[in-house]
């Protein structure tokens, strides 16, 4: 059993060989300038990959509707 941090179509191909969960970080998508989460979300789905969406790093409300659009599994919202 493994995971793999989705920031790229890259890894989404390694999650692909059977990753049981994909995490990914919002925040550091953004830093990074990476693709939209439902463009992730698309890959996964056109890919065919089962893995579990874990949502982490959020940082805004805007990543609150993003989880919400991938239909993430999990996702690690903090308090305030």
Same mark, same amino acid.
Request: charged content about 15%; proline content about 2%.
């Given at each position: 059993?493994?995971?793999?941090?989705? &920031? !790229?179509?890259?890894? =989404? @191909?390694? $999650?692909?060989?059977? +990753?049981?969960?994909?995490?990914?970080?919002?925040?550091?998508?953004?830093?990074?300038g990476a693709p939209e989460s439902n463009q992730?979300?698309? &890959? !996964?789905?056109?890919? =065919? @990959?089962? $893995?579990?969406?874990? +949502?982490?790093?959020?940082?805004?409300?805007?990543?609150?509707?993003?989880?919400?659009?991938?239909?993430?599994?999990?996702?690690?919202?903090?308090? !305030?």
């Amino acid at each position: 059993m493994y995971y793999v941090t989705l &920031f !790229s179509v890259a890894q =989404g @191909l390694i $999650a692909k060989a059977g +990753a049981i969960f994909t995490s990914l970080f919002l925040g550091r998508l953004d830093n990074i300038g990476a693709p939209e989460s439902n463009q992730l979300r698309d &890959f !996964s789905d056109n890919y =065919g @990959l089962q $893995a579990e969406i874990i +949502a982490a790093s959020i940082r805004s409300l805007r990543h609150v509707e993003s989880i919400a659009k991938v239909c993430a599994n999990t996702a690690l919202i903090p308090g !305030s």
